[in-house]
Nanobody, 128 residues
Framework: QVQLLESGGGLVQAGGSLRLSCAASVRTSSDLAMGWFRQAPGNEREFVAAVTWNSGSTAYAGSVKGRFTIAKDNAPSTAYLQMNSLKPEDTAIYYC?????????????????????WGQGTQVTVSS
């Protein structure tokens, strides 16, 4: 069982910034891929950003590219999502996900089915 602890959500005005954190209860030597997804009211969950430990590959949704940055740390295994220039349309519940199956990813996974463990989500609200 891999536990994911998310933090950093909150309320911010348009143009502001937030940083989300997701710490995984997995050995730092494990091959990992971690990603962020979001779900706005009335919408399906969508990919936001992802990073791999072995290849160092990152991926971003077109709607956030240039504004959001994903980074990783090893102690503990953590993925950060730095969100800048936030827009009201970024309002959503943000979910962290991890693939800890010792799979080497040359490219960061962007699909929900590629992840096996999910966090509970953290609310991000951007006001105009």
């Amino acid at each position: 069982q891999v536990q994911l602890l998310e933090s950093g959500g909150g309320l911010v005005q348009a143009g502001g910034s937030l940083r989300l954190s997701c710490a995984a209860s997995v050995r730092t030597s494990s091959d990992l891929a971690m990603g962020w997804f979001r779900q706005a009211p009335g919408n399906e969950r969508e990919f936001v950003a992802a990073v791999t430990w072995n290849s160092g590959s990152t991926a971003y949704a077109g709607s956030v590219k240039g504004r959001f940055t994903i980074a990783k740390d090893n102690a503990p295994s953590t993925a950060y999502l730095q969100m800048n220039s936030l827009k009201p349309e970024d309002t959503a519940i943000y979910y962290c996900a991890v693939d800890h199956r010792q799979i080497y990813y040359h490219s960061a996974p962007t699909q929900e089915f590629e992840y096996v463990s999910w966090g509970q989500g953290t609310q991000v609200t951007v006001s105009s």
